[in-house]
């Protein structure tokens, strides 16, 4: 059975609201964490990046393999899946 939903746009919310805060990103391929530095229709920034090989159990402190990237990281917008605060 189809059910007529209504969708209602906050504003306030989604990634622009967690500028300046450590976040983590799953996407298509990876996990991806830093303090997210920028947002636009396109890419996010993330400072102080990591790629995160294993996860461990969530509610560690820190993830159990996360290797810092050299430089700043931008992440496809599009290629996003879920985000959050989260370590």
Known sequence: MKKLVEVQEVEGEGLLSLIG???TVWCSN???TG???GV???CIKLENAAIVYE???F???EWKDAQSLPHGCYVRVAAIESFMILK
Do not use: M
Request: net charge negative.
């Open 21 to 23: 805060e450590r976040i």
């Open 30 to 32: 990876y996990i991806y």
């Open 35 to 37: 303090k997210l530095v």
């Open 40 to 42: 636009n229709d396109d």
């Open 55 to 57: 996860t461990g159990a």
């Open 59 to 61: 509610n560690d402190k």
